[in-house]
């Protein structure tokens, strides 16, 4: 997608969007073939459910078939496709590491900060970047670091299936 066209959708679905609480993560359109696929991903602090979705999927259909804004797609056909970012969300800006807080997440650094790939739980988020614990390799234990959103080149959540029960957590519900 054009970056001309890519920030007419993004400027034009934005404000819709933020009327349903909810934030514009990532606007794609790809082309397949013969058809145009438009992928709107949103998020909020408390998550996406379906019917979110779908009562946003059909607020940005009105929107792209009216009248005064059938330029921004054009006349051909599209596909269009609501949702959120999903399980292993890429995490890129400060409210996304937030949202990931007591998360693990996978980070690859900047070269100026070793190169290195990091697993982390997300233990803290601040204006200049995250505190974390490193998980240990093979049976070490795990250590403190401070991670500057400048030094994180890419990171995102990495899915636990066996995360251990904090003492203060039981069955979900926090003491």
Do not use: W
């Amino acid at each position: 997608m054009s970056t001309t066209q890519n920030e007419r959708l993004r400027g034009l679905l934005e404000p819709l969007v933020a009327e349903f609480e909810l934030d514009l993560e990532d606007v794609e359109l790809e082309t397949v073939g013969r058809k145009r696929i438009l992928r709107v991903v949103v998020d909020s602090a408390d998550g996406v459910d379906l019917d979110a979705c779908a009562e946003l999927s059909r607020a940005v259909s009105d929107t792209l078939d009216a009248p005064e804004h059938r330029t921004v797609m054009g006349d051909a056909p599209y596909e269009l496709e609501v949702g959120s970012p999903g399980a292993e969300r890429p995490l890129k800006e400060p409210r996304h590491f937030e949202r990931a807080l007591g998360r693990l997440m996978r980070a690859r650094l900047t070269k100026d900060a070793g190169g290195d790939e990091i697993v982390a739980r997300i233990l803290a988020v601040d204006a200049e970047g995250l505190d974390t614990e490193v998980q240990g390799i093979k049976g070490r234990k795990s250590k403190p670091r401070r991670v500057a959103f400048a030094e994180i080149e890419r990171a995102r959540v990495e899915v636990e299936f066996n995360r251990k029960q904090d003492e203060n957590e039981t069955m979900g519900e926090e003491a």
